[in-house]
């Protein structure tokens, strides 16, 4: 039963190979075991490999360097040239590459001289329906060079993004070479910024780019006086998204209407800004980025997504807009970054967003009541986020609220109760609540009464917050998480930042959740310090839970046991420690301290930790010995030869009272051995 290379054009779709009948014989000769497999089993063998992998097997011999690129022609639909990733230098690359290549990233290390020479040799090399190409972090002088490469590159291109870049290039220029382009990402690196779009004013009514649907330009605020002859090249426009200075006060940079862009852009779904942080980056753990251009379908049209910077905005203006579309809009963002008084609630009480299902209001000033009678016109709300300026819920705003069958997310943000009755009766409020967040108040939550809304939660986040302890309770905080039924709670991410009475007690408490993936806590030393076996007995609990990701501050001292049992946990990935910083404190006792026969002994056990971080931190003996950067170093070296890793160790610009030093260590895994 023979399926050689002879036969594997049947197989390869879009790729056909012509041997000799004494070359196809030798190959069968040559790939032994390979010989005697199906094609299609090869595909799938190479579908699991990386690129790395592919070049070390096309070493193997002559016969596998020919076979090995025809099959693995999947892993290779997206590749990187960067300094740490591929290269010209690399041996066999030109044999993988070809017109099955969908995805290319450059990355600004390489300077633009060798980016040019890559991108002529991927023309060269047959790389002609590539879709998608990023550029990140280059300065390309030579405008005319880059964009006849591109234009030799761009025959199937639908997707461009300039990122950090510091070319100053037309649009124009940049679509005319990429005659299919339909997305566009264009973000600015230094001083440089897509100034000479001026160029774009003279530029002939007739000429018009159709296939542009999405558009994300993140230039400095002189470039945003040339966007009116952008936008009105692009009649096709649905996602339009800009930085911080392009939507005050409901128009793109108070030079244009939104009725303008409407005009210009009839099929608008999306209007997006760049305000420099994600609203939801306590549950999503991401910064902000651009929205997907597949996030709303586009077989109906009108505004579904809106931001709005309300500085100096006429606030008329902005709510007849917001009333013209709210029979379409989903999602709408209201933000000022300079707080004032200026009150909105008029404006609140008048919105009637049926399809509404994300509502941020950030730095916004209103009131309760107006919140609550807008709410009841989102029956589809699924996020609902109250940040930045000081509101207080009564029982009668409360009582007016209405039930939200699918608010899955909640942030309240300086959001204050009238008494802790109402906190409560909100959350019942809110039967699908997966994700809460709670900050910067002096919210008191008495989780005897919450735990019906905690039981429920998946995402857990509470920063300055209090809990309350009811009388003749001496701890009902840890009897909560310690004896509720492991089916009752189903929580897999905690995160308790800046708060009191966090001991190591509530910790192993909270290790009786068997869902618990992320755990992040700021313990109270005081509480710690004198538990001196407190950090062993949360560990070897947490061996019951799924944790993946474990962040502690503020403990005063890891034992060679507590090391010892992270690294029997089966599933954790991320490690983080570290001693709250007081520079008021100069003695060793400021520092969490570290046993370091335990920090090895985790490091030879574990097979799962790809990464540690212990920061403002001592590695010491059990004799209290301190070690230095070079003990470190040569020890990870010598005691743990059977795993690759890169230790970087950062030593603190100041002297600790018995002369040592403090360091911050990194343990990074690249591989396992």
Known sequence: MLHTITTVDNAVDSHSCSLDSSSASLLDQQLGFMGALYSDILLMVFSYLDQQDCLTCMEVCQAWQQIVPLYSQSVWETVSFSSRGLSMDTVYLEQCLGDHVKTVVFDGNEGKDKLYHIMRKLVDWGCNKIEALEFRGYVTVDQDTFLALLERLAPSLTRLYLTHHGSNITLPDLFNACPNLSHFTYQSYGSVSMANTTLLVPVAQSLQFPKITYLSLDAFEDSQLHLEPILQLCPNLQYFVGPKCVTHGGVIRRHITLDQLLSWCPKIICLQT????????????????????????????????????????????????????????????????????????????????????????????????????????????????????????????????????????????????????????????????????????????????????????????????????????????????????????GIEVIQLRRMSNISYGLLEAMAHIPTLKVLNADLDAALCVDDKFGLDRFVDRLKETRIEDLTLHGVPYMSHAALDGLGDLPMLRDLRVARTYDETDVDNEAYTHIEFSGLLQMLRKTTSVKLIYLDKTMMVATDEKVYTHDEIATLMEDEIPTRTFLTSIYRYPFHLANGSFTYNVIIHYIASM
């Not at 509502?359 to 009541?369: Q, R, T, Y």
């Not at 509101?391 to 899955?408: E, G, H, I, K, Y």
């Not at 300055?464 to 039924?485: A, E, G, I, M, T």
Request: contains cysteine; glycine residues 2%; charged residues 25%.
């Open 274 to 489: 760049n305000h420099g942080y994600s609203p939801l980056y306590e549950i999503t753990g991401n910064s902000w980025e651009p929205i997907a251009s597949d996030t709303y379908k586009t077989d109906a049209y009108g505004l579904r997504h809106y931001e709005i910077c309300c500085e100096n905005s006429d606030r008329g203006e902005l709510t007849r807009q917001l009333m013209q579309h709210q029979d379409t809009l989903e999602f709408v963002s209201l933000y000022k970054h300079r707080i004032d008084h200026m009150d909105w609630s008029p404006m609140l009480r008048s919105l009637q967003l049926n399809r509404l299902r994300t509502l941020i209001c950030d730095g916004v000033h209103f009131n309760a009541a107006s919140i609550v009678a807008m709410l009841n016109h989102c029956p589809l709300l699924e996020t609902l986020v109250l940040e930045g300026v000081s509101v207080t819920f009564s029982a009668t705003d409360v009582q007016f609220l209405p039930t939200l069958p699918l608010l899955s997310t909640l942030k309240c943000v300086k959001v204050e109760f009238e008494d802790e009755s109402c906190l409560s009766a909100m959350l019942e409020r809110f039967p699908a609540l997966k994700y809460l967040v709670f900050k910067s108040s002096s919210l008191t939550i008495n989780l005897s009464t919450a735990f019906q809304c905690l039981r429920r939660l998946k995402h857990l986040y509470l920063d300055r917050v209090q809990w309350k302890y009811d009388n003749h309770d001496d701890d009902p905080v840890r009897r909560l998480f310690r004896y509720s039924s492991p089916h009752e709670l």
